[in-house]
């Protein structure tokens, strides 16, 4: 799994056989600032962009490839023995509005450099049945985080944040909420020239901006009804801009970057989700210690907790989710669920390359 963050490759060895996945080995990879300011760039026209994206989707189908070396490595295991690779891909565009979505990654080539079976572009299926295509992690939510009794919310901050809502005795929905972090880690580059703001501390030091918060949480996504889905075509450095007046103070601008992600989040779940008791993070964003606090104090009545706790690990659980869903697409089942993306029915997703 490569995601909106952009910071690099998380790659797992599952066991699927269990009930419960298995998490066998991990391994992260991070880009390179040449690769990741390419995939920023391929988000926006530009020129030669058809040659550079093949080109970056052939650099990135070689570090996926070097991501799955490190996994067999440590647990001595052949490539043979390997049913398949599910890859997300990178992506550089999400227009379902328009009927497409784009993550690269050059599955043909993977599967040539690591010898396996690659099962990619799951989310195109779903959008050519009217869906959004996004979010597809909640179906793997409900098969292994759903509780009988307890009316459970899954929450993915990564560069964009979404919920899955996983209530007792009703169907599970989930869409995505707005930024998670690529807003406060861009603003972070820019002007502490560091990925990101560890804990939070930086935010912290700034003062909540009224105002701006306001014209941020105005932006018409906040209101559209799920289903629902974003990515950096609407949030980006371009939008923030567009949201400042010049005269506010670094700091401050991130501490209403934070706060809008735990207003869009705490929102999100309040309008949607009547009635939570439990919230699980999961993410990069479940490490940011001010903002997990800020959304205690705006969701008094949940516990809030990583997924960790209940055995799936945080930092990984895209990553599990992809191979979860490939091993639905080699078996011939649906993985989508209509009620999330608001596709017109279930249907099997991704392709396959064999090895």
Sequence with gaps: MSGTSLDGIDAVLIDLAPSHPELIARHYLPFDEELKNELLALHHPGHNELHRTQLAANRLAQLYS???TPLLEQENIDASRIKAIGCHGQTIRHCPEHGYTLQIGNSALLAELSGISVVSDFRSRDIAAGG??????PAFHD???RDPSRHRVVVNIGGISNLTDLPPNAP??????GPGG?????WCMRHLGQSYDTDGVWAASGKVLPALLERMLDEPFFALPPPKSSGRDLFNMAW???QL???ETTADVQATLLELTCQSIARATRKHCSGAQEIYLCGGGAHNSALRNRLAALLPRCTIDTTDSLGVSGDFLEAIAFAWLAQQTLQGQPANLPAVTGARHPCVLGA???A
């Design 132 to 137: 959004q295509g996004a979010p597809l992690v």
């Design 143 to 145: 098969k292994v985080l």
């Design 352 to 354: 396959i390359y064999p």
């Design 66 to 68: 070097q991501s799955v």
């Design 240 to 242: 923030l801009e567009g």
């Design 172 to 177: 599970t929905s989930g869409f995505d909420c």
């Design 245 to 247: 007046q010049g005269d």
């Design 182 to 186: 690529l807003l406060m880690d861009a």
